[in-house]
Nanobody, 127 residues
Framework: QVQLVESGGGLVQAGGSLRLSCAASGRTFSSYAMGWFRRAPGKEREFVAAINWSGASTLYLDSVKGRFTISRDNAKNTVYLQMNSLKPEDTAVYYC????????????????????WGQGTQVTVSS
């Protein structure tokens, strides 16, 4: 079992920045690929960013490329999402997720492959 707890959400003006954190407990964190997803009001949950077990490979939603950066610290069992140049359309509940994927070079973008999910953290970007 893996427990995931997100933090760092909040209210920010357009153009601002936030850093989300996701702390994991339970089984070996480095055995898991990690991802961030979001659900905007009235929309389905969508993939935002993913990182493989080592942090060497990342993948992003096209609309956040160049603005968001996913990273991880396996010693701290934590994955981060640095969000810069935020836009009102980034407003959503952001979820982190873990997919068992030891030693894989590939990040995981398909939410069906994720085994564990956090409770989510609200990000609101005002115009």
């Amino acid at each position: 079992q893996v427990q995931l707890v997100e933090s760092g959400g909040g209210l920010v003006q357009a153009g601002g920045s936030l850093r989300l954190s996701c702390a994991a407990s339970g089984r070996t964190f480095s055995s898991y690929a990690m991802g961030w997803f979001r659900r905007a009001p009235g929309k389905e949950r969508e993939f935002v960013a993913a990182i493989n077990w080592s942090g060497a490979s990342t993948l992003y939603l096209d609309s956040v490329k160049g603005r968001f950066t996913i990273s991880r610290d396996n010693a701290k069992n934590t994955v981060y999402l640095q969000m810069n140049s935020l836009k009102p359309e980034d407003t959503a509940v952001y979820y982190c997720a873990a997919a068992y994927s030891p030693y894989s070079d590939y990040p995981v973008s398909n939410e069906r492959q994720y085994d564990y999910w956090g409770q989510g953290t609200q990000v609101t970007v005002s115009s």
